[in-house]
């Protein structure tokens, strides 16, 4: 994500919601959404994307299915939380794409 881009947990829920389809996001709670989106950013903070390194974009680094793999994984340990790995994928994509239009608006 580009250094000037503010990440929203609000904006992004609300983002995600719209990308996933109302069927999908009427199935969770903003707080099993925000918790996707911190395991999002644990396995950031795992594999070194939060650090600044101007040779290699984070487009070039992160690796999708890898990612939604260790969100799955993580949903999975947590027996209270259970989510579709269908919509858990789409959440994950949603989550991307919220990134993604941070980094179109600067």
Known sequence: MNEGSVFDEDKAIEFIRKYVGEEISQQYSDDEIL???????????????????????????????????????????????IMDPKDLEKIVKGELEYEESLEDIL
């Open 35 to 81: 918790y996707v989106i911190d395991i999002i950013w644990d396995y950031y903070e795992k594999n070194g994307y939060l650090t600044l390194d101007a040779e290699i974009t984070e487009e070039e680094l992160l690796d999708v299915d890898s990612l939604t793999a260790y969100v799955r994984k993580e949903i999975a340990n947590d027996k209270e939380i």
